[in-house]
């Protein structure tokens, strides 16, 4: 299949992600929708950052595309693929396909008129949703959560131990900057495996300072920004929120995983 849009995927990449979708019924009415059609055509949408309405013809209608995109976020496929991507990749990288420490930190973005859950970040002064990250060293993925940004770092830490599951099975230290001082690594401490070490910047450094492991969690953040649907969050639910957030860390490692 020739790409029709750059953020297409190729022959290669598509190769690695296909099984994820169930074939068509070889009874019934079959099916008027090619997979990787809708695939495309949402991740150009994460990539490009239009509105559904606006999808090219050249893929499916709008309505039918979120269907699939909606199913797939409900039933955990998404999930799947970009987990079993961030395994092979890490393994390609000479890693044991579960991470054995990480960073995590937060990213306050403006929401726009839609509605849903949102906050005041006081911190950074915005307006809108806070995405709470936990990255491997590799800066890859492992567990997004998506509140509102009066939300504090501390307590979005917390929700994010509390979803891990056995993708973080081996963790056992991560990164953290100040904020995440003070109760919390007594309480991580009594309840998990792993502890948070508290990575700080110097009192005599001046101006930007690139900090020992902390620059790869940030370095994420900015992948995630390079995508148009993540410059805001346009979502009405944090759930579609985060989502998206792990389609763009998909389409990332399909592109490392096969260039070409």
């Known amino acids: 299949m020739n790409k029709l849009y750059p953020s297409d995927l190729t022959d290669s990449q598509w190769h690695l992600i296909k099984d994820f979708f169930p074939p068509p019924k070889p009874t019934g009415r ?61 393994q390609k990288s000479g890693r044991h396909k579960h991470a054995t420490a990480g960073a995590i930190d937060s990213q306050s973005v403006k929401t726009t008129l839609v509605g849903g859950v949102r906050g005041f970040d006081a911190g950074k002064l915005i307006n809108g949703r806070k995405r709470h990250v936990l990255v491997d060293t590799l800066g890859l993925l492992l567990l997004v959560v998506v509140t509102a940004a009066s939300v504090q770092d501390r307590d979005g830490a917390k929700l994010i131990c509390r979803r891990l599951g056995g993708n973080a099975k081996k963790l056992r230290k991560i990164w953290v900057d100040g904020a995440y001082r003070g109760e919390l690594l007594n ?40 995508n148009r649907r993540l410059a805001k969050d346009y979502e009405r639910l944090p759930e579609t929120s985060e989502a998206f957030v792990q389609l763009a860390m998909t389409r990332l490692m399909l592109q490392r995983l096969q260039p070409i």
């Open 187 to 226: 309480w991580v401490e009594a309840r998990f495996k792993f502890i948070l070490s508290v990575v700080l910047r110097s009192d005599k450094q001046n101006g930007f300072v690139v900090l020992p492991r902390r620059w790869v969690v940030e370095r994420t953040l900015a992948w995630l920004t390079n």
């Open 30 to 90: 079959p099916r008027e929708n090619d997979c990787r059609l809708v695939v495309n055509a949402i991740l150009y949408l994460t990539k490009t950052g239009v509105p559904w309405r606006y999808l090219p013809i050249q893929y499916p209608k709008w309505a039918t595309v979120y269907d699939y995109f909606r199913r797939w976020r409900k039933d955990g496929t998404l999930v799947r693929i970009h987990d079993t991507l961030r395994a092979r990749l890490r």
